[in-house]
């Protein structure tokens, strides 16, 4: 979901040098870093990354773009909810109820 640096060296320690995530690398939407170059954690990332030859591929809006939309799905599904074929990214409310078997 995220390109936490935790997960940039366990994707490494697998032998892996592609990083498929869906929210941004560097905090922002468009991942601007023009005010992050004195950041520590930024730099740390950034030379991780190029050090290790990795690659990292934001799939965010293809993912939303979805019918169903796969990250509302999985957030369904995570909560108990098997159902989730019309869900899309929209402010909604859901109503979790316990199963009557389980009163």
Known sequence: MMTTFGMLQRAHAAGLNLV??????????RDDTKDLTDNPLYKLKTEYILKNNMVVWRDHD????????YTVVGELRAAGIKSGEDAV???????????????
């Open 89 to 103: 990214m929209a402010p909604r409310i859901r109503t979790i109820r316990r199963p009557r078997w389980a009163s």
């Open 20 to 29: 498929i995530s869906h929210e941004d690398t560097y905090w922002n939407d």
């Open 62 to 69: 293809h993912m939303h773009s979805m019918k169903p939309d």
